[in-house]
């Protein structure tokens, strides 16, 4: 009897057994991280455009639209698998720029223009503001915001309110 309550004490082995198996853990943990960073498991986020854009409201007849100005910085892809832009409202609403009559690149030195259509909000260039059948995208003391969103990291490139 005296012998069993021995054996059932002696816990001398338990220890450098849990400390094996702990430092074996570690180590494929370890191995893992280190391989997806190498083979690219993680997959690539990316970056978003570095673009300095300035927004303004403007009038182009008789009807206000927002100006933007690419002041320099990133080229930004203006189409919808490369850009979000969302659009807030007076009221508060906010509704995504999908018709774009320019998907092209918004480069240094450009200008672009959102405007209301026939209440679809557009983007395009001057001459698609002034070829559309255009209203007013905000009244005069209004605040619109914008949102230029990259698609692939979902970071902002651009963020303004812009008040008429």
Known sequence: M???KNIMNRDDAVSPVIGVILMVAITVILAAVIAAFVFGIGGDIGQAPQASISASATT????NVMQLNHRGGDEVSMSET???????LP??????IVE????????????????NETGDYKIG?????????TSNIATSGETLGLRIVDVQSQQLIFNRNIRF
Do not use: K
């Open 2 to 4: 005296d012998r069993l």
């Open 60 to 63: 182009v007849g008789d009807n």
């Open 82 to 88: 490369n850009t979000r832009i969302v659009l807030t």
């Open 91 to 96: 009221n508060g609403t906010e509704t995504n």
């Open 100 to 115: 774009r009559d320019f998907q092209g690149i918004f480069s240094a030195g450009s200008t672009l223009y959102i405007f």
């Open 125 to 133: 260039i001057y001459e698609n503001v002034t070829d559309a059948t």
